[in-house]
């Protein structure tokens, strides 16, 4: 049974813009610096990345146990189709984007730590290099780390149109409703 209909909860809503908005934040930092080899944003863009990965965690779980919330109105079946599609690839990614980080950081001898709290210790040399504890997770961590930079910015774009067309074009409830309206 689903319990959101015609109104979100405050919860769905509150982490949907919590999450929404970081994400699009650490996406713009994660390209940034790393185009710019900016070192000094690294652990802050990873600190913030590990702490919003409790929160995003809490959301997918919640999401699977509630369901999804109903659409507002009747849409042809396409519609549904797609905006059903690209809100799974949103979940799934935001989740992907923190595991991915973490295997690239901790596998790659990097470590984990939150703003210098130590969860996982790096593996530095005495030239300071880190050295991989295992270079192919590290690899995959950071390929995947990578292409969803790419595939959650194509995402988010559909999304984020998707959103405006209800409210601009069906002139519905859709976007209000996420805004607690
Ligand atoms: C949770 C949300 C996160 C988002 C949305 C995000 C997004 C991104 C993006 C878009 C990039 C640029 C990738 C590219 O080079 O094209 C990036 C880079 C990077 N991210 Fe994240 N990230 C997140 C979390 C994390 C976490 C938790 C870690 C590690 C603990 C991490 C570590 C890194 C590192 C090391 C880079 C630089 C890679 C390089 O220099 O090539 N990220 N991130
Ligand atoms: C900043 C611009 C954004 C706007 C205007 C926006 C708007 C909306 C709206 C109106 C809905 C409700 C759809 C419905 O009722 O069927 C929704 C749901 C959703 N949005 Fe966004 N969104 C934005 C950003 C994001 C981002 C960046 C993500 C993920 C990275 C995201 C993930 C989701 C998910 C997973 C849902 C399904 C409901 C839920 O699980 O919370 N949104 N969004």
Known sequence: MNKENQKMTGMTIFLHWLIGLSIITLIAV???MSENEVWDLY???KSIGII???FILYRVIRRLIR???EPVSQYAKHE???SKIIHWVLLIGTLMFPISGMMMSGAGGHGIAVFGFELLASNYNAAGEAIALNPTLAEVGHETHEILGTVMMIAIALHIIGAWKHHLVDKDNT???MLGK
């Open 52 to 54: 919003l990965f409790v």
């Open 67 to 69: 369901g999804w919330p």
């Open 43 to 45: 652990p802050i863009h």
């Open 175 to 177: 976007l209000k409703r």
């Open 80 to 82: 549904i189709v797609l």
């Open 30 to 32: 994660g390209l940034y």
